[in-house]
């Protein structure tokens, strides 16, 4: 009798034993498995900690008379921006725009080659080639127009040939304008 208690207590043990290793060792390996995971939850909860100062400061620097304006401003230029017509009308649209401040500043175009759109998802670039030969005055002056067109052109490249500029005064130039609608 005292042989089947002791029988029986000695299994009793040895099944709480063993389920405590089973246990510890599923413990072990779900810290294990969980600690990589926990690493990057409390990586990604000090980057959100960086993103909460960083745009705390950008608010306290656009104070909230500053924020109007650049509300005003994004308006004002977003709708220079955006997309009016199909990709020709916009396309043809650039080039009279360069070819009335190439007029206004005294500037005979010679090749005017417009370039292929870039379409992307979000917007569109139109560009044209040029070519003219002009007095350093005026061509700076046609460049200075371009960029500050109320239609955001820009002069992407600019290649400029000084030969003959003594005796005759003037600069033949190469430039390549472009302009960026939004969809």
Do not use: C, W
């Not at 299994?11 to 599923?26: E, Y």
């Not at 993103?51 to 306290?60: C, F, G, T, V």
């Not at 924020?67 to 401003?73: A, E, F, G, L």
């Not at 070519?131 to 371009?146: C, D, T, Y």
């Amino acid at each position: 009798m005292m042989r089947a208690q002791l029988s029986a207590l000695l299994q009793d043990r040895t099944v709480l034993v063993h389920g405590g290793l089973i246990m510890a060792a599923v413990l072990i390996s779900a810290g294990v498995a969980l600690g990589p995971v926990r690493g990057l939850f409390r990586k990604t909860g000090e980057a959100i900690v960086v993103q909460e100062k960083q745009m705390a400061r950008n608010l306290r620097v656009l104070a909230p008379a500053s924020k109007n304006v650049v509300v005003r401003d994004y308006r004002q230029y977003g709708d220079a921006l955006r997309k009016k017509g199909s990709t020709a009308e916009e396309s043809s649209a650039m080039v009279a725009e360069v070819e009335m401040l190439a007029t206004q500043a005294k500037i005979a175009l010679g090749a005017t080659k417009p370039r292929d759109a870039r379409i992307d998802r979000d917007y569109e670039q139109y560009a044209v080639e040029l070519e003219f030969e002009a007095p350093m005055a005026q061509a700076v002056a046609f460049l200075f127009a371009l960029e500050n067109s109320p239609q955001m052109l820009r002069v992407d490249r600019l290649v400029l040939d000084a030969k003959g500029a003594r005796s005759s005064g003037s600069l033949k130039a190469s430039v390549i304008v472009s302009r960026v609608v939004t969809l």
